[in-house]
């Protein structure tokens, strides 16, 4: 009989969402532990492109806030892609 009192909580396999801020139509910026920024357009594509490149999950959730206001969630993924 085991008792395993080290196992994992429901849901703590989870990453916490990237917080990605956007000012303006050209830049876009991480910052906290993890610090990150782009400039021009598609700026949330480049940053996303940077996160895939080094490793992160492509699921991965981001949350986008812009004028100080949560505007929506997107997967690391999704947010790569052309047209983004």
């Known amino acids: 009989m085991s008792n395993d009192t080290n196992a994992p909580l429901e849901g703590d396999d989870i ?3 990237i917080r990605v801020w956007m000012y303006g139509d050209g830049f876009a910026s991480i910052d906290g532990e993890l610090q990150m920024s782009a400039f021009g357009p598609g700026a ?5 492109r940077k996160l895939l490149a080094v ?3 492509p699921d991965q959730e981001l949350h ?3 004028g100080g206001e ?3 969630r997107v997967r690391l993924r999704d ?3 052309d047209g983004e």
């Open 44 to 48: 949330l594509q480049t940053i996303a």
């Open 79 to 81: 947010a790569g892609v």
């Open 55 to 57: 490793g992160y999950d």
């Open 70 to 72: 949560y505007v929506m």
């Open 64 to 66: 986008v806030h812009r």
């Open 15 to 17: 990453p916490e969402p």
